[in-house]
């Protein structure tokens, strides 16, 4: 197989496909958002190479990976630490049956519904559906998201002070005046300094939070106080933009209003009064005073998502299209909360990502889950969103060969305990590393939403505080031990054609070891190295490191140990550096510190 020995050329050729994945992933893999999602083009080179012996074979299956089909029949794909799905998603297209686990119970759901759409593809009808539910969803929510006839697709609010530089429509900026509040556009884009054509005062131009909030801006929310929004409304076939402020008096009397009606709504919705457990990430959200699920959504947010969870409930029967809806909802989260991030420049919110998801932004924009026409958003990270994006996945899948027809099954639970299967042919293995502490905390947003859905059992009896328990890190004292039993659970499920691809990185010498060691204890050898993007220039772990490498092993007999390894990372960090910005330097330190620990450990030659 060519994996034990690819080219350096082939491996290059993977980053420019990378690089196509940089800005936008592929549509199956934008179903849900999850943390640390590698690149597809990564596990299509993996996959291609272990099924096929020829180079240009292997780059036609990255490009078509329904040429893998054929050769991946009854082969089993298997990953102990699953993720988002990523490498799962792309073993059923290749036509590999996959088997996945994970502990925490967003990731089993964002995989089991890529796996749902790569396997079967999406219900009949079902676009009609999600137009049927979110219409049924705005129809009984338009008191709470309508003002003066006009939808709103956010609300903006602040914890403290607030930005003059508001959005964007076009080409002109949205401005709020610090000193008469009134909101105006502007077309200069380069003058910081600008006149208010109401009040005829000098103001900066600015996304910094410089200005104090209007004295009269209403608590929306523990801590977070309204003082504008965003209005849509149709008109001349087309749907405008505008924006209001709270010293139009009809305005703020209406937040009021709506600020009353959601909380006696949200109180109903006792799923969101537990308290968030005191663990990894959390204590930011502790030190801003952020207690429970309630202070993490709007009520207007909350409510919208109750309402669409019992409309769901109450129209789908199917289980599989049950969770499909359930995973749009998930995915909205990640906008539709106060920890996403406002941001001017492109006139929507972020989402919350990364380490800084449990950052608390001073001001952000409520954005409103339920804003769109049909399944044409009208804010970002809407619901329509994220349905629309499942239907994508479907169409991208038709356009690529179909659906795949593989067996798929994801597990909820520790590595540690679950069964693995009797044999598999390739393991991709994707351990949790890096500086990042908890996956549990990155979930808040994802985990309380999804346990409003009250036909998904696995939320019963899983908390966020067991999930980071249970949790594999390299930063706990008893990883060496757990990491040892995965992979003596790998041996005996594998075979001698069998593969192993760890995916990781070090900055030391002593984890490459801890890492590597077992492998030797349970009779694995390493045949090749590869150097590879991870993710993308906003990664987990804000690291310097832009690279993993590929680590092949196969089974072997003692007697064996001392073959050559076969090498590639030079050439292709070169290659990389013509498309991306990275640190040659520091890739080639990082990569050194791999090269002495499998010396060491295995005392292995390199044939690079």
């Keep these: 197989m060519l994996l034990d020995s690819a080219p350096g050329d082939l491996v290059s050729e993977v980053i420019l496909e990378v690089k196509k994945e940089k800005g936008r992933r592929l549509p199956i893999h934008g179903v849900h958002r999850w943390w640390s999602r590698r690149f597809s083009a990564v596990y299509r080179f993996i996959l291609g190479a272990y099924l096929l012996e020829n180079e240009k074979h292997v780059l036609e299956a990255i490009h078509h990976p329904k040429l893998m089909r054929e050769k991946a029949v009854r082969k089993v794909y298997f990953e102990p630490f699953a993720g988002g799905g990523t490498g799962l998603a792309e073993a059923a297209l290749a036509g590999f049956n ?3 686990v994970d502990i925490n119970p967003v990731a089993v759901m964002a995989t089991k519904a890529s796996l749902s759409i790569v396997s079967k593809g999406i219900p009949d ?3 009609q559906t999600c137009e049927k539910i979110i219409s049924k969803a705005q129809s009984e929510l338009r008191e709470i998201w309508e003002f003066n006839g006009k939808l709103i697709s956010y609300i903006f609010v602040s914890r403290g002070r607030i930005p003059t530089w508001l959005s964007v429509i076009g080409e002109k900026k949205i401005v709020l005046c610090p000193h008469c509040y009134k909101i105006f556009e502007t077309a200069e884009t380069n003058n910081l300094e600008i006149i208010c054509p109401f009040c005829g005062e000098e103001l900066e131009v600015t996304s910094k939070p410089i200005a104090s909030l209007p004295p009269n801006a209403p608590e929306i929310v523990s801590k977070w106080r309204a003082f504008a929004l965003e209005l849509r409304w149709y008109s001349n076939k087309k749907w405008e933009k505008g924006y209001s402020s709270i010293v139009d008096y009809n305005l703020l009397r209406w937040i009021e209003n709506t600020i009353e009606k959601t909380r006696n709504l949200s109180k109903k919705l006792k799923v ?3 308290e968030i457990p005191n663990f990894g990430e959390t204590n930011r959200l502790k030190r801003a005073d952020i207690k429970s699920a309630l202070d993490i959504y709007a009520p207007h947010q909350l409510v919208s998502f109750a309402v669409y969870s019992e409309i769901v409930k109450d129209l789908v029967r199917d289980n599989d299209e049950y969770e499909l809806f359930a995973v749009a909802a998930s995915e909205a989260s990640k906008c539709c909360n106060l920890l996403a991030k406002w941001y001017p420049p492109l006139g929507e919110c972020t989402p919350a990502g990364g380490v800084k998801a449990l950052w608390v932004p001073e001001y952000t924009a409520i954005t409103n889950p339920l804003a769109s026409s049909g399944l044409k958003p009208l804010a970002r990270g809407t619901l329509a969103s994220a349905l629309r994006a499942q239907i994508r996945a479907s169409h991208y899948l038709e356009r690529i060969g179909g659906t795949s027809k593989v067996s798929t099954t994801v597990i909820l639970g520790d590595a540690l305990d679950v069964p693995f ?4 042919d390739l393991i991709g293995l994707d351990p949790p590393y890096g500086k990042f502490g908890s996956y549990a905390s990155l979930s808040i947003p994802h985990y309380y939403i999804l346990k409003a859905f009250s036909n998904l059992a696995i939320f019963n009896s899983y ?3 067991t999930i980071e328990a249970k949790e594999l890190s390299s930063r706990k004292k008893d990883f060496q031990n757990k990491w040892k039993v995965i992979i003596e659970k790998i041996a005996r499920s594998t075979h001698q054609n069998s593969r192993v691809v760890l995916m990781f990185t070090s900055t030391t010498v002593e984890l490459w070891k801890n890492i590597l060691e077992p492998f030797k204890i349970c009779n694995f050898i390493p045949v090749a190295v590869y150097w590879v993007l991870g993710e993308g220039p906003s990664n987990l772990t804000a690291s ?8 092949v092993f196969k089974k ?6 001392n073959e050559l390894i ?13 498309v991306f910005k990275l640190n040659e330097d520091l890739e080639r330190e990082v990569n050194s510190k791999l090269l002495t620990a499998l010396k060491q450990v295995f005392d292995i030659v390199s044939t690079y």
């Design 544 to 551: 310097k490191v832009k690279g993993i490498n590929l680590v």
């Design 272 to 274: 969101f009064f537990e």
């Design 556 to 561: 072997t007999n003692t007697d064996e140990m």
């Design 98 to 100: 996959v088997y996945g």
């Design 566 to 578: 076969h090498i590639v990372q030079e050439e292709v960090i070169r290659e990389a550096k013509r």
């Design 463 to 465: 908390n966020l505080k």
């Design 421 to 424: 299967p009797r044999k598999i």
């Design 125 to 127: 009808n079902f676009a």
